[in-house]
């Protein structure tokens, strides 16, 4: 029965990898530059129910978590916020997945639920070619 109950504690004691979100700022192209990396924007609000279940389960998944951490500056931006970002993206279903190039230009946009996936497939394909032609 000790044996089980210190499994148990081992488990619960590992901590999951989180997405190292970052706000949004002007600084982050720079940033990105870099680093050499893309920006992964993460349009999300407190009224939506689908931005909670990516929360739940898209963004625990641990290889989603550990894509975008090794190849994004990923970046939540929440409707409660000011700023040129929200503005520009207020009109967009929410949740909305933005993936951008160093320089601000969008290459790939979806709205709405994105499972782990189909999010992992989405990167892959973004890393691999980061030209916006290749998107649309």
């Not at 290889?63 to 951490?69: D, K, L, Q, R, T």
């Not at 929440?78 to 040129?84: K, P, V």
């Not at 503005?87 to 933005?98: I, K, S, W």
Request: negative net charge; glycine residues 4%; contains cysteine.
């Amino acid at each position: 029965m000790l044996s089980g109950v210190t499994t148990v504690l081992a488990k619960a004691s590992v901590a999951e990898p989180e997405i190292a979100w970052q706000p949004s700022t002007a600084a982050i192209y720079e940033q990105a530059k870099q680093q050499n990396k893309l920006v992964f924007l993460d349009l999300t609000a407190e009224w939506c129910l689908f931005c909670k279940k990516m929360d739940e389960t898209t963004y625990r998944d641990p290889e989603v978590v550990a894509y975008i951490n090794e190849h994004f500056l990923p970046v939540r931006v929440s409707d409660a916020g000011a700023g040129d970002v929200i503005e520009h993206y207020r009109r967009h279903a929410r949740p909305g997945t933005v993936m951008l190039n160093a320089d601000g230009i969008e290459i790939l946009h979806k709205r709405g639920y994105l499972n782990a996936q189909l999010m992992l497939w989405m990167m892959m394909a973004v890393v691999q070619n980061p030209t916006p032609e290749a998107h649309k």
